[in-house]
């Protein structure tokens, strides 16, 4: 089976209520997964309002993390939503309970969040429907529980309806169910197939890069397929026989002119930061706990990429060294004095695996240590 097309767009939505509102967000699409970047330029009783966030559904089209900032007179806020797929909920890593069996985020300052729900309800071909979602109400961002009506008019119509408070307005949907029209309230001004992103002149930039440097040739491809963001089921072993489970966050990027590879690895991933791992009781230990990173350099006179781990949160710094060898990444280097070898295996376009071992006392055996499955999410 093929892997699903991935594919953005860029909207521009107008605030119709009041004509002080705009919205501009890229709306990143893989099969069901959806992956919404979003920037509001609100007013709010003639206060101005700016809103970031990034809202990220699972492979079933379900809300699964919202990371949002908001700036106004009063400074900035942030907000952290973070959803297991089955109902339950986490806001800034606390279990947020009155959350409990929401499936979408619905932003209250924005149109695109509508298209969540319709877009499961038109892949199941049903024409009317109820669900909860994590209502955020702006500018205080209080979420909070609400029971939402869907009703299917025609190919493009559909009604909304909030059920606690009898508010009703009819949306005129496009094929990714983003709104063109939510009546009397938002009006679509501007779609473009693709990402318009603009650069600007901040760390960032002058960091990131969109490409390899010409000078690495050929082998910039041993990691050019890593561009972009993974989701992580995590796994340590410990030398006792036990397994610690968790989930992360791996983003990758050309820098440095586009002559070195940097990444950025979370566990837990930013949505749930300050929670152990979802619901389990246990304190995170220092090990399971990471937010580091590592820059990736190929030197020609070896043949090999070098490559510099660090991990603030525990101390940890790893030094390895290697390079593709057919359908696998081989890295190896020592931490304490120990021989290790981490591994890239099962290399496709949506996933992979990264493995870590530790050579046994007796110079022969090889310890699996730590176990990460990767699923593309960007």
Not at 131 to 152: D, S
Not at 186 to 193: N, S
Not at 286 to 301: D, I, K, M, P, V
Request: hydrophobic share 40%; charged share 25%.
């Amino acid at each position: 089976m093929s892997a699903p097309t991935r594919s953005a767009r860029t909207y521009v939505w107008h605030r119709e209520m009041d004509a002080g509102s705009h919205e501009h967000a890229v709306v990143f699409s893989e099969g069901q997964r959806l992956r919404i970047e979003g920037r509001i330029l609100a007013v709010d009783a003639g206060t101005p309002i700016e809103v970031h966030y990034t809202l990220q559904t699972n492979a079933d089209g379900i809300s699964q993390s919202l990371q949002l900032r908001l700036a106004d007179a009063e400074g900035e806020r942030r907000l952290s939503l973070w959803h297991d797929g089955q109902g339950n909920w986490w806001r800034d890593g606390e279990p947020a309970l009155e959350l409990a069996g929401c499936l979408d985020i619905d932003l209250g300052l924005s149109p695109s969040t509508n298209a969540l729900p319709l877009a499961r309800l038109r892949r199941d071909h049903t024409r009317e429907a109820e669900i909860r979602a994590a209502w955020v109400r702006f500018p205080g961002l209080r979420v909070e529980p609400a029971l939402q009506a869907y009703r299917q008019l025609d190919d493009t119509q559909w009604r909304y309806l909030n059920v606690a408070s009898g508010f009703s307005a009819e949306l005129e949907i496009d094929d990714w169910s983003l709104p063109r029209h939510y009546a009397g309230i938002w009006r679509l001004i501007g779609r473009h197939d693709g990402p318009i992103e603009l650069a600007g002149q901040g760390f960032s930039d002058a960091l990131i890069a969109t490409a390899p440097h010409e000078s690495l040739g050929q082998v910039s491809d041993d990691f050019s397929w890593l561009v972009g963001g993974w989701q992580a089921e995590v796994r340590d072993f410990d030398a006792d026989g036990s397994t610690r489970i968790g989930v992360g966050e791996w983003w990758f990027s050309w820098v440095l002119e586009g002559r070195a590879m940097q990444d950025v690895w979370i566990s837990p991933p930013r949505a749930a930061r300050g929670d152990t791992s979802q619901g389990a009781t246990a304190a995170l230990s220092a090990s399971s706990n990471r937010y580091g990173t590592t820059l990736r350099t190929f030197e020609h006179a070896r043949g090999s990429w070098r490559i510099r781990w660090t991990n603030p949160v525990s101390g940890a710094e790893n030094q390895l060294e290697g390079r593709r060898k057919n359908d696998r990444i081989v890295l190896l280097g020592k931490i304490d004095g120990v021989l290790h070898r981490w591994q890239f295996i099962d290399i496709s376009d949506d996933r992979f695996t990264w493995q870590g071992y530790q050579l046994q006392a007796d110079g022969e055996h090889w310890a699996l240590t730590a176990q990460f499955d990767l699923r593309r999410i960007r």
